[in-house]
């Protein structure tokens, strides 16, 4: 079998993750708002392989259209290629949990990584930054927990991650936030 098919294969059998939406939920009698952004494809940084051209195909990214041959590389048209969401949740005695999920529509993130903060307004606290990275990786979603102690108080958070997919392709996204009141 040539490796072509054997690519085409591959790509025509991957199972696509639904895009997360914002939501507003309660917990332990706190309203949290949740705001869920896209991943988008950073284009200038996808290698000129195969591989990453039948990828781009699949996510019809970097103008990349079904039948289209080749890259250009100085191309800036953006494709969805997944999502990023961040829930901060009351942990009472002042914790919070701080929970990032990013997801990848067409093919396994290979590595993540992200950096957010977080204010605590009724204190006047802020911000403290957390990060996190892996490598390694070869699944669809990845979620980081941490434990966090941010103060009894009204927190507003935000993050920002890039994840690279397999074949080279490079995500991102910015803005995702959450708030809650931390007891």
Aim: charged share 10%; net charge neutral.
């Amino acid at each position: 079998m040539k490796f072509t098919k054997i690519v085409s294969t591959l790509l025509s059998s991957l199972v696509f993750i639904p895009m997360l939406v914002n939501s507003n939920y309660t917990t332990h009698n706190t309203q949290h708002t949740v705001i869920t952004v896209p991943l988008q494809v950073n284009c200038s940084s996808v290698p000129h392989t195969i591989e990453a051209v039948e990828a781009l195909k699949r996510l019809h990214a970097c103008g990349n259209a079904p039948r289209k041959k080749s890259i250009s590389p100085n191309d800036t048209v953006y494709g969805n290629c997944g999502t990023l969401s961040l829930f901060i949740t009351n942990e009472g005695g002042g914790d919070l949990l701080w929970h990032v999920i990013v997801t990848s529509v067409g093919f396994p993130i290979t590595s993540a990584s992200y950096v957010g903060n977080f204010t605590n307004w009724s204190q006047g606290w802020g911000p403290w930054y957390v990060s996190n990275a892996i490598a390694g990786y070869n699944s669809y979603v990845w979620s980081d927990y941490q434990t966090l102690w941010s103060g009894v108080g009204n927190v507003q958070a935000t993050v920002s991650a890039t994840d690279t997919l397999w074949f080279g392709i490079v995500c991102g996204g910015t803005g995702a936030q959450s708030q809650t009141y931390v007891s």
